[in-house]
């Protein structure tokens, strides 16, 4: 068989089902891909070829079984895996191996996926460009000097240099779509509640959300299937039947679809190709039977406002609990100091800098005497884009937008900049605000970079999604990294 690593996740279930390929094979080809380019695109930050060959054999030996079984994925390094180290892209979870699993990794585990390796992030989930990890940044397969995206850039950037044809990200504000946006590949911000967050190590809990990252639409809602249900183990998770993804995807009809391009999401700041892009997706969608009308939804502007309170407020609350005391880093212990002085060399020195930064703000946004007019005002807010959101159900099926104003920039274009680094996420934050599912699909590229449409859906209608996205791919040209890099 031919490059093992270029088969979707879909051919690859299907040869490994039909024994023309052994799942052992299929991890080892990842395996030495990983060798071979990850040290240019530095998209892992641990690899367990010893746990992901096992898990192999056991899909070979008949034990796991499943439209997945034996398919090589990449997990980002924010959802726990027993025994293997689990960082967040932070100094401050150096060497810690959680003694459990994260609900989406025991799931992905009974469904015989091969877990490869735990990918780089940036800290905490707190970016939009993997600059922030304390490890180093990730690579864009499309231009090595490049960002590709973040937080999630690891699990994309792995897509895209065919180092595993599945990925988990996770969204708080965007860090699955903008990451799939600027790599040209498939991401999905699940309803909140619709994948479990337990085990998934938490930003901002009333934001964060899992999901499926992949090159296809189909592979895309194969592994949502997987990952998606009820768990009793998340006080947030959903208990009702997870949406027919799959059946969606195989579909990719939108005849009759009613379309609501957002009239708030464009406009100064949106790059001239960006656009461009995304109104030839819209026109493709129209000609394929889709009715499109502009739908305002006036506080989206708002949103970013928004979530730089709500984000970091919880986020000064969850970070908390690294204390020096309970997990990873401990600075200064020498029996002489006291426990407060050793917790406050500790998050000195184990926090970086943004984290430091989202700590602050979200603190004071909740002090006393601020709360009413930061954090009070942010939840009204909240609600108003809900209400937006709603509004719009009333007149069309989804809505879209881009997923993103900008291709991928350079490396450390924005980093001196936090503002600009935030504007990234302007598009993709009003679905997290609200809860409703969101994807970001490609749509072609401009001057050789990915573009990415984004659609938004009611609360557990991720289906849309799926019929959208599977429309548009069908209809445009498939987006293939040149790779030019690689010898
Ligand atoms: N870029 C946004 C932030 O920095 C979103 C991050 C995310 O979704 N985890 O907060």
Known sequence: MSDLTRLTAAETASAIASR???????????????????????????????????????VDDGELSGPLAGVPLALKDVLCQQDIPTTVGSKILEGWRPPYDATVTARLKA??????????????????????????????????????GGSGGGSSAALASYQ????????TGGSIRQPASVTGTVGVKPTYGGVSRYGLVAFSSSLDQAGPCARTVLDAALLHEVIAGYDPRDSTSINQPVPPVVAAARSGEVKGLRIGVVKELTGDGYEEGVQQRFDEAVAILQSLGAIVTEVSCPHFSYALTAYYLIAPSEASSNLAR???????LRVGDDGERSLEEVTALTRGQGFGAEVKRRIILGTYALSS????????????????ITRDFQKAWESVDVLVAPTCPTVAFPLGAKLEDPLAMYKQDICSIP??????????????????????????????????????????ERALPAAVPPLAWEN
């Open 164 to 171: 595993a044809p599945l990925a988990i990200g996770t969204d």
């Open 111 to 148: 469904a015989g996926v091969v877990i490869l390796g735990k990918t780089n992030m940036d800290e905490f989930a707190m970016g939009s460009s993997t600059e922030h990890s304390a490890y180093g940044p990730t690579h864009n397969p499309w231009d090595l000097t490049r960002i590709p």
């Open 431 to 472: 679905s997290n605000l609200y809860g409703g599912p969101a994807a970001s699909f490609p749509a072609g590229l401009s001057e050789g970079l990915p573009v990415g449409l984004q659609v938004m859906a009611p609360t557990l209608r991720e289906d849309l999604l799926y019929q959208v996205g599977a429309a548009l």
């Open 20 to 58: 023309e390929v052994s799942a052992v094979e299929v991890a080892q080809a990842h395996l030495d891909r990983i060798a071979k380019v990850d040290g240019q695109v530095h998209a892992f930050l641990h690899v367990d070829a010893e746990g992901a060959l096992a898990q192999a054999r056991r």
């Open 369 to 384: 005497g601020y709360y009413d007019a930061y954090y009070g005002q942010a939840q009204k807010v909240r609600t108003l």
């Open 322 to 328: 690294f204390d020096a005391v309970r997990y990873g």
